[in-house]
């Protein structure tokens, strides 16, 4: 054990390290993307900077120290010298517990020294039996605090240290004696024995049971350290080393008998042991690893306390080592790679939130224009329109308002007039006065009723035009803070000034009277003829003939003109006015829409790609703890981007396939985090192949160039073998339903797989597909517009960069023509094309592969569906795949009735018929390259 100890630190300290390396990274790319600021730097703080992860990182960068508690110094003496392999500290036969023992620490030193320290890191100058000549073992009196140091508060409190050269210090490991009989609480001894350290507890036992102080002193560090596992080690008692070996023998069986009642039971109560057995071994259930939450992993890690009742099986410690310090890196990893997953979560939901904000945006605008436009020319045609009725109105109201007009004339109370107790008027000025205000009643009732009359009319457009258009404009104001701030909402006034226009037309004297002049001619006249009144007299009867005078006089065509030209008026400058407000609008949005696609670029091929880079390290760190590097087998397949090989069993899965590439930079680097991220976080399918884990192997090339190796489910064989073995026609057709299961599922998480071909459909032992190499595979809203895929299953709308998950229906359509032929070679039409430039040339100009005399008509016209050069033309996957299962359904059937037609016939005819013979080309037709060849990035 004390052997092996040395290995399980060293592995320790080089997990922390990398996980340093990790945090580091992190942190880096964490500050750029707060300095860039395209997110709130709150956002940022609140995912990275938290108190727990703080706490939980320190922990690991802390040096790992095995803390020895006991019930006696002989205990603790015991389990120490056996750690160390060697008698360092003296066997002790105090039984009464009357010996005070300081705190012992053990630490590297090219020579074995002794000295006093105080908790100040201050050396005491004391006379120490140690220095007197070499020693194996520590003086005991160095240990002991005797009668005259008790008083001593520096002695007291005075740590021994002691330096070796030992393997296991020498990783910068730390063994600490707990002292025994001290003047502290427990609290107090076991906080200056574990600070600033990673602890790792033993509690040695030399008795049969717990004493009550024993029991006490474990209750409290369990009240203050809950989850803090212990490994409780039961050492032989004085006297049984005394005894002859048989007699050893026969009192251990007889205590480890008698301990299982007592010890056994007495730490059960006290929480640190369970009844139920544990495990032998640190154990994840992977299948079920990406279903459970950081929190479910770690707690199944999280290492038990242990007891040992035979010191014989001590190295049983190595274990309990080795899942403490696994335990503090795991979790560790798993919170860091919380963040990273939440981190990059937010930024592919923002780039989706930006790809639709730059979709709709000028939409919107589009919409806003038009549907002002068409409100427009409504009300204006209402104005036209309406010229004619409002005559009639006028007249109409006329008609029926003139008695109540003159009575509420009559009645009316003038305003700013003198007039004695006859009602005369006092000063003739004032007669006008009185004219006025009896004319703003005639008006204000007719403008009332005629203004209702064409509100009326606008307001059936209120309900069609208003709500939409308003909360459109609303968005697009909203959308800018910085314009909505300094400007408000310019077009949403301006659309209310359009639909106001109805309600601020006037009745005006001048377009109500047709001779202005006469009329008030007439009102003198009427004002001189009253009788017996030698001065103007302002009564009931006066205000009522005068009322009358004015409604006779009122000119209804003129009135109703000029009420239409004042609302087409209106109505202009308002559709000016909001013209003017959108043109600032749009001009804001442009401006805008450019830095969000900028802030979206730069998300795409910068900020995510460094954050799932941050991603594959914390989670193949946790892989690497977890299960260990994987042992390579034989190749099994070579691709341009890495190597597959074998491997029996990693993580206890198995048999699994390696896929090791060695990124040659640090864009490939980010290409490949992204790959395994989006692969990695697709939850479990059939029809997908699924990936177990992965590892970073920094050994390899001596360490200049890492390799990454995704581990991932082994199956049988890719379809391009498949076809080329001669699989019938009924397998293959299965094969293609089970693909567009798997193309289904990806779209059905936002993400299009950009290369579906042959050898990416791979076969199990029963002939079903799985979609496997999502290296291209990525969110609509996180692709950049890179031409990406094979030649020949490369969609035309590729070669433009805006394309949707449509090219994964044409990508099919190539496949379904291979599934159809039952042969593995290039369609004519592409095999006379020298270059992939000619082909792709070939392509867009709408080339595709020829029909085969054996392809039946509902087969060919799926084919020619799927590939058809307009994407809103092809097909969708949910009508491709009944579409699918008629024809299996069919040809099953025609296979059918064929066996009970001919008992001779067999699948080997069924996939001779299945599979037609194309007439060979000619030898300058020279095939530059495969299917499967010439994969573009």
């Not at 009564?539 to 009522?544: N, V």
């Not at 697709?682 to 192949?689: C, E, K, L, S, T």
């Not at 076969?763 to 609509?780: I, M, Q, Y």
Request: with cysteine; proline share 4%.
């Amino acid at each position: 054990m004390a052997a092996n100890l040395p290995y399980e630190l060293t592995k320790f300290q080089e997990h922390a390290r990398l996980l340093k390396q990790v945090r580091r990274e992190t942190d880096r790319a964490f500050y750029e993307i707060q300095q860039s600021g395209h997110f709130p730097s709150q956002t940022l703080r609140n995912q990275m900077f938290n108190a727990d992860l703080q706490e939980i990182f320190l922990s690991t960068q802390k040096p790992p120290s095995i803390i020895v508690l006991g019930t006696s110094c002989y205990a603790k003496v015991c389990t120490i010298n056996e750690l160390v392999g060697e008698p360092v500290l003296p066997m002790v036969d105090d039984l009464d517990n009357s010996v005070t023992w300081r705190m012992v620490r053990f630490k590297h030193g090219t020579h074995s020294t002794l000295s006093l320290v105080l908790p100040d890191s201050f050396e005491l100058a004391a006379a120490l039996d140690a220095y007197e000549g070499s020693w194996r073992s520590v003086p005991r009196a160095d240990l002991e605090v005797k009668g005259r140091d008790k008083t001593d508060p520096a002695m007291t409190a005075a740590v021994a240290e002691v330096c070796l050269d030992h393997p296991l210090l020498k990783t910068g490991a730390e063994i600490i004696c707990a002292p025994s009989n001290g003047e502290g609480t427990v609290e107090q001894v076991f906080k200056s024995c574990v600070e600033d350290v990673l602890p790792i507890i033993i509690f040695s036992v030399d008795q049969l049971t717990l004493s009550d102080k024993d029991i006490s002193e474990l209750e409290t560090v369990k009240s203050f350290m809950p989850n803090m596992p212990v490994f409780f080690i039961r050492v032989p008692s004085r006297c049984t080393l005394e005894l002859t070996e048989s007699a050893q023998e026969e009192v251990k069986a007889n205590e480890l008998a008698d301990a299982r009642s007592h010890l056994f039971e007495q730490l059960c109560n006290l929480g640190y042991l369970s009844r139920e057995p544990l495990a032998n071994d640190l154990v994840v259930d992977d299948d079920k690893f990406k279903l459970k939450s950081s929190t479910s992993l770690i707690t199944s890690v999280l290492p038990k306390s242990r007891l040992i009742e035979d010191f014989s099986l001590f190295p049983c410690f190595l274990l309990f080592v080795r899942q403490v310090l696994q335990y503090h890196i795991i979790q560790a990893a798993c919170h860091l790679n919380d963040v990273h997953l939440k981190c990059l979560a937010m930024f592919i939901e923002a780039a989706f939130d930006m790809a639709r904000d730059i979709s709709i945006t000028p939409k919107r605008l589009a919409y806003a224009r038009s549907k002002e436009e068409e409100l427009f020319k409504s009300l204006m045609d209402i104005a036209n329109r309406k010229q004619e009725e409002i005559k009639d109105v006028i007249r109409d109201t006329i008609e029926t308002l003139t008695p109540r007009l003159q009575e509420e004339a009559s009645l009316l109370k003038l305003r700013e007039v003198k007039l004695n107790d006859n009602s005369e008027l006092l000063e003739s000025e004032d007669l006008e006065k009185c004219t006025l205000q009896v004319q703003e009643l005639v008006l204000g009732k007719l403008n009332q009723t005629v203004a209702s009359k064409l509100i009326s009319s606008v307001e059936y457009l209120k309900e069609s035009y208003v709500g939409t258009l308003t909360r459109c404009l609303q968005n697009l104001e909203k959308s800018d803070a910085e314009f909505a701030k300094d400007n408000g909402t310019i077009a949403s006034g301006a659309l209310r000034q359009v639909l106001d226009a109805a309600y601020q037309v006037e009745v005006t004297v001048e377009a109500s009277f047709s001779f202005t002049r006469l009329l008030w001619e007439k009102l003198k006249q009427a004002i001189q003829t009253l009788p017996g009144k030698p001065a103007p007299r302002v009564d009931g009867e006066w205000k009522k003939k005068v009322a009358g005078e004015m409604i006779q006089s009122i000119s209804e065509s003129r009135l109703a003109k000029n009420i239409c030209a004042q609302f087409k008026a209106r109505l202009m400058r308002s559709h000016e006015s909001f013209l003017h407000a959108l043109r600032i609008l749009e001009l804001r949005h442009s401006g805008r829409l450019e830095k969000r696609e900028e802030q979206r670029i730069k998300l795409r091929k910068v900020f995510a790609p460094r954050v799932a880079r941050c991603v594959l390290d914390s989670t193949s760190l946790r892989d690497l703890v977890l299960h260990g590097m994987p042992m390579l087998g034989r190749e099994v397949g070579r691709g341009q981007y890495g190597v597959v090989y074998a491997c029996d069993k990693w993580g206890g899965k198995g048999p699994c396939a390696v896929k090791s590439v060695v990124p040659p930079d640090d864009k490939h680097w980010n290409d490949l985090a992204l790959e395994y991220y989006y692969t990695r976080a697709i939850p479990a399918h059939d029809r997908i192949v699924r990936i177990i884990g992965s590892v970073i192997d920094y050994t390899y090339a001596g360490g200049a160039s890492p390799a990454v190796l995704l581990i991932m489910e082994r199956l049988q064989r890719d379809l391009y073998a498949g076809i080329k073995c001669g699989m019938s026609f009924r397998s293959r057709l299965q094969v293609a339903l089970d693909v567009i299961q798997g193309i289904r599922y990806l779209h059905s998480q936002g993400l299009i797989h950009r290369d579906i071909k042959l050898k990416n459909v791979l076969l199990d032992s029963k002939n079903r597909a799985k979609l496997t190499d999502l290296g291209f595979c990525k969110p609509g809203a996180m692709i950049s517009g890179s031409i990406v895929g094979t030649p020949i299953h490369m969609a035309p709308e590729l070669f433009s960069g805006k394309y949707d998950n449509s090219v994964d229906v044409y990508a099919f359509g190539i496949l379904f023509w291979y599934i159809c032929a039952g042969h593995v070679r290039l369609p004519l039409a592409y095999e006379q094309c020298a270059s992939k430039d000619q082909l792709w040339n070939s392509v867009r100009k709408g080339v595709r592969p020829e029909r085969l005399a054996h392809f039946e008509d509902d087969c060919w016209e799926l084919m020619e569906q799927c590939w058809s050069g307009d994407p809103s033309l092809r097909p969708l996957l949910g009508e491709v795949y009944p579409t699918l299962r008629k024809i299996r359904e069919r040809v099953e059937l025609r296979d059918a009735q064929k066996r009970a037609n001919n008992p001779k016939y067999g699948p080997s005819r069924s996939r001779s018929s299945a599979s037609g013979q194309r007439p060979s080309s000619s030898a300058s037709n020279k095939k530059t390259f495969t299917p499967d060849e010439g994969v573009v990035k």
